[in-house]
């Protein structure tokens, strides 16, 4: 099992960054796929960014060319860096986590992950 901490979130205007960090902890000696979901209120979780365990990467397309996904294996540590900050970036961020992602296409579908992060809150105006 792995215990999942995000934080780095925050009030952000339009335009402006932020990066989210994830802590991993417990069983981190395994490999995992991790990504970056987010919900709005009233809206379904989405898949923003994920990175397997060889550092292959997938984008949501709304976020291509603005955000990027990167680890640091040796802190078990997940980043996501923001840019270009829209509005309808806002949202709480989770970090998840999970060994067996099937398939390189499933890398941002939450059903693929059993390990999650409680969230961090992102609000751009």
């Known amino acids: 099992h792995v215990q999942l901490v995000e934080s780095g979130g925050g009030s952000v205007q339009a335009g402006g960054s932020l990066r989210l960090s994830c802590a991993a902890s417990?069983?981190?000696?395994?490999?995992?796929?991790m990504g970056w979901f987010r919900q709005a209120p009233g809206e379904e979780r989405e898949g923003v960014a994920a990175?397997?365990?060889?550092?292959?990467?997938s984008f949501a397309d709304s976020v291509k060319g603005r955000f990027t996904i990167s680890k640091d294996d040796a802190k078990s540590t997940l980043y996501l860096q923001m840019d270009s900050l829209k509005p309808e970036d806002s949202a709480m961020y989770y970090c998840?986590?999970?060994?067996?992602?099937?398939?390189?296409?499933?890398?941002?579908?939450?059903?693929?992950?059993?390990?999650w992060g409680q969230g961090t809150q992102v609000t751009v105006s």
């Open positions: 998840a986590a999970d060994q067996m992602v099937r398939a390189d296409w499933l890398r941002l579908t939450d059903v693929e992950y059993n390990y």
């Open positions: 417990g069983d981190t000696s395994r490999s995992y796929c």
């Open positions: 990175i397997d365990s060889d550092g292959s990467t």
